[in-house]
């Protein structure tokens, strides 16, 4: 979706990072073949991964389970498709 975002903004002759920045989910590893290098949030799949199994396990066991929320660490990559602005007031 990201890439049609970037290919929507050029048709209209607006550059990436100096016009509009575009920034995408998941951190896909094939996008790094594109120019502008993509802003991503990357999930940690791994991690995720790790503890789908670990509830998973908990269910085969036919452990106590309770309903619980679980927090993880996401990381913010920025990259080219960017720009940061700094409002100084």
Partial sequence: MAMEVI???TSKRLQVQED??????D???FLSIFEPDLT???QLAFEIGEKVA????RLINK???KNEQM???DQ???RQSFQQYMKIF
């Fill in 7 to 9: 290919k929507a903004i």
């Fill in 27 to 29: 951190n896909l590893k």
């Fill in 76 to 78: 913010l990559i920025v």
């Fill in 63 to 65: 452990e106590e389970s």
């Fill in 40 to 42: 991503t949030i990357d």
């Fill in 20 to 25: 509009i920045s575009v920034l995408s989910f």
């Fill in 54 to 57: 670990e509830l998973l396990m």
């Fill in 71 to 73: 927090f993880l660490a």
